[in-house]
């Protein structure tokens, strides 16, 4: 095993897109192990949209990224080196360990994962927390019933493609937008969603409403949000009364763009409910949730599909591209 390890830091915050100049890959030494310390060497990194807004140092939800400091991420890696009794040299575990190819840990916040089942990159997608984002989003906020219409944004995405999935178990119409015919195909003839709908292929926003409307034909009862702005608006405008909103991301203002509502009234008019959450402040749910996401990816029920950029170095590309929607699915960085 190497003495060094690659690591990639926060060198900048970024004013308006990410750029690659945020970021500076450093070399460093494999550290020495304390009592009750592993050392675990990552397979593969989850890129998330999260991280853009823990990019900049704004008040949010959560602390902002400090700089100089390896930028913060979801891991699955195997143990190569163990001072710690409860984890043996290859146990394959789930952290938090950025974006690197090591980390050190005294066992706090990570967890053995079981691989004889379920792949060990899913624990960072449909069984990991884009899986429980969907699930809760899902069950404890649109709570949808059989025969009503669930409608998800960014509907090839890691969350959004489970979503649908789940949407469709709970005996649901599941219509998805995505962008490009290509996705949307996968999301009807993989996934088993009812419709989807090209944004890509709307010449404005009148046409989208046309194409949501024809994909809709009774309204939305619920709606899954990723991605804000225009996408909104024309849901809102097919929302039924009493119709159920779950806000997940805005990745349409994530470089800071405004995203005004143009018809805010119809949160009124239709007696809407909308509610914005962030998946890590319910922690317990995710037992039960993952039990239930890990049993449906075993049986071949719930699929996922991965974007795998290879070497660290190549995070933040994929990281800037991920913003963009070029991802088809999870993104990951293979890091081995």
């Known amino acids: 095993m190497s003495d060094t390890y690659k690591r990639i830091v926060l060198a900048s915050r970024p004013s308006g897109a990410v750029s690659p100049d945020?970021?500076?890959?450093?070399?460093?030494?494999?550290?020495?192990?304390?009592?009750?310390?592993?050392?675990?060497?990552n397979h593969y990194l989850s890129l998330d949209p999260y991280m853009r807004g823990?990019?900049?140092?704004?008040?949010?939800?959560?602390?902002?990224?400090?700089?100089?400091?390896?930028?913060?991420?979801?891991?699955?890696?195997?143990?190569?080196?163990?001072?710690?009794?409860?984890?043996a040299v290859g146990d394959k575990v789930l952290g938090m360990f950025g974006w690197q190819e090591m980390g050190v840990s005294d066992g706090?916040?990570?967890?053995?994962?079981?691989?004889?089942?379920?792949?060990?990159?899913?624990?960072?997608?449909?069984?990991?927390?884009?899986?429980?984002?969907?699930?809760?989003?899902?069950?404890?906020?649109?709570?949808p019933k059989a025969g009503e219409t669930v409608v998800v944004s960014a509907a090839s995405g890691a969350v959004g493609s489970v979503v649908g999935q789940l949407a469709k178990m709970a005996g649901c119409r599941a219509v998805g937008i995505a962008g490009g015919k290509e996705k949307c195909d996968y999301v009807v003839n993989e996934l088993g969603f009812d419709a989807c709908v090209d944004y890509k292929a709307a010449s404005d926003p009148k046409a989208l409403y046309t194409m949501l409307k024809e994909a809709t034909p009774q309204g939305v009862d619920g709606y899954f949000e990723n991605v804000g702005g225009e996408i909104l608006d024309a849901v809102l405008s097919r929302m039924n009364p009493f119709g159920r909103i779950a806000v997940c991301g805005m990745i349409a203002g994530y470089d800071g763009e405004p995203l005004p509502l143009k018809n805010p009234q119809l949160i009124l008019v239709s007696r809407l409910k909308i509610e914005g959450f962030i998946v890590s402040e319910h922690m317990e749910v995710w037992p039960q949730a993952l039990s239930e996401l890990g049993g449906a990816v075993a049986q071949g029920k719930l699929k996922f599909r991965e974007s795998v950029a290879q070497g660290l170095e190549s995070a933040p590309e994929a990281f800037m591209g991920l913003l963009k929607g070029k991802n088809f699915g999870k993104q990951l960085v293979k890091l081995i």
């Open 108 to 143: 706090s916040g990570m967890q053995k994962v079981d691989t004889s089942r379920i792949p060990l990159s899913a624990y960072l997608g449909a069984v990991g927390m884009p899986g429980v984002t969907a699930w809760y989003g899902l069950n404890r906020i649109i709570a």
């Open 54 to 87: 823990r990019m900049n140092e704004g008040k949010s939800y959560a602390t902002p990224q400090p700089l100089n400091e390896v930028m913060i991420g979801g891991t699955v890696g195997e143990v190569v080196a163990s001072r710690n009794p409860k984890y």
């Open 22 to 41: 945020n970021f500076r890959l450093e070399q460093v030494p494999v550290p020495e192990l304390a009592d009750g310390q592993v050392l675990v060497r």
